[in-house]
């Protein structure tokens, strides 16, 4: 069945790049989503990738697609304080989606 | 903030008991998914209604149930309560429901104790 997988934590400085990794299985996947879930909040949707594309940038936000390797990667330019948050990775199987267990990233000033 | 409510905010019940939870979607959106999240299990999609009617299941116990009425609001209703039901359940709603990329928009959530 469907899998996605993400590493659990990431800690950066203030002002560096943050880079989130996710795997998924599923071949069929037409998009790709990036969510960002802050403390007691709802899921707010960042930005997503069809899956015949490499790469969707929105200002800061860059992501990345290896469809061979069913890789997909979230960069974050200039981290800010305000990034921190739990990041989750998800990929469509018809039309529910299947979330990544995420990924928290902390950074510091 | 997405345009979708849920309420209540928090829901503390005792095991056994039923409650229902419900969700308003941004005006427009005719789908309502539904997803719990708790720690051991991460989000997991439990149903999907578009204009009132079921269009896709995932991990929902027979203990739960759904509906989307006239208005497009939805109900989810949670009974024989057990502790393992204790988590954080959202909504999330889109304008069709299967035309890609189907951007679903979260609400907030409702977060259930079963003590």
């Known amino acids: 069945g469907e899998d996605v997988e993400q590493s659990l934590f990431l800690s950066v400085r203030e002002g560096d790049s943050s880079v989130i990794n996710c795997t998924y299985t599923d071949s069929s996947s037409t998009y790709l989503y990036w969510y960002k879930q802050e403390p007691g909040a709802g899921l707010q949707l960042l930005t997503y990738?069809?899956?015949?594309?490499d790469m969707k940038q929105d200002q800061r936000l860059t992501v990345l697609l290896n469809k061979k390797d069913k890789h997909l990667s979230l960069r974050i330019a200039d981290t800010q304080t305000g990034d921190s948050a739990i990041y989750f990775c998800?990929?469509?199987?018809?039309?529910?989606?299947?979330f990544g267990k995420g990924t928290t990233l902390s950074v510091s000033s | 903030d997405s345009g979708v409510t849920q309420t209540p905010k928090h829901l503390i019940t005792a095991t056994g008991q039923r409650v229902t939870l419900r969700c308003s979607p941004r005006s427009g959106d005719l789908s309502v998914y539904w997803y719990q999240q708790s720690l051991d299990q991460g989000l997991q999609f439990l149903i999907q209604?578009?204009?009132?009617?079921?269009?896709a299941k995932g991990n929902i116990l027979e203990r739960f149930s759904a509906q989307q009425f006239p208005d497009l609001h939805s109900e989810l209703n949670l009974s024989s309560l057990e502790l393992g039901d204790s988590a954080l359940y959202f909504c999330a709603s889109s304008v069709t429901g299967d035309l890609p990329p189907n951007e679903q928009f979260f609400g907030p959530g409702t977060r259930l104790t079963v003590l």
């Open positions: 990738i069809f899956s015949n594309m």
């Open positions: 998800a990929e469509s199987a018809g039309t529910a989606l299947i």
């Open positions: 209604y578009y204009n009132g009617e079921e269009r």
